[in-house]
């Protein structure tokens, strides 16, 4: 939020929205805190009319009362899964009624652009929207490849009807991975389950 009032004030709503939202931006209002002789600190502090602390403490106060109208108001039961949140589903799970049965996940999802679990988040207003984030994750030693280990968004249905249609959504949400070795399926020790594809099935384009 002081990244937006510090950037519309010099850019204007339009750029400065879109500018504050970035990479580039967030890190910077820091650096003015940090920094009294920042060059950027006097342009900012004319264009807005008030000084980098003012802007700071109206930030600041926004964002308590934002959250405390959604999470109540006491500091100690806010939770980041309670704001963030990951939906997925198709279009058509967003509409009223059929909607719900298409959803194949909505779950508190923590992380932002600055963690090990990133994600790019849109302000839905009442809430934060995770809508890029890591779709799958993997994680190997070369080394020993039958230490490899993946965690996937969604299952490979998109047939709410299916067992595969949001099997993985859950355990892809908490961060869970589940273990799968690379090389020959000969080769694979302790073998839980396989999945044969029928010779003529998959089509190549």
Request: include cysteine.
């Amino acid at each position: 939020m002081l990244a937006e009032r510090c950037f519309v004030a010099v850019l204007g709503p339009k750029v400065g929205r879109r500018f504050a939202n970035g990479r580039r931006a967030l890190p910077r209002p820091e650096r003015l805190l940090a920094d009294p002789d920042d060059p950027l600190r006097a342009d900012v502090e004319r264009a807005a009319g008030a000084s980098l602390a003012e802007l700071a403490t109206g930030a600041l106060r926004e964002a308590l009362e934002r959250i405390a109208r959604h999470c109540g108001p006491e500091p100690e039961q806010w939770r980041w899964g309670d704001i963030q949140r990951a939906r997925l589903g198709t279009l058509l799970a967003e509409l009223p009624r059929v909607g719900p049965r298409l959803l194949a996940l909505d779950a508190p999802f923590p992380g932002d652009d600055y963690t090990v679990n990133p994600s790019r988040s849109l302000d839905e207003g009442r809430r934060l929207h995770a809508f890029v984030a890591a779709s799958s994750r993997f994680v190997c030693d070369l080394g020993r490849p039958e230490e490899a280990w993946f965690a996937h968004s969604s299952g490979p249905s998109g047939d709410p009807g299916s067992a595969w249609h949001a099997n993985l959504c859950e355990p892809w949400s908490r961060f869970e991975f589940f273990r799968a070795a690379l090389g020959p399926a000969e080769g694979v020790p302790e073998v839980v389950e396989r999945l044969v594809v029928p010779a003529g099935s998959v089509q190549r384009r």
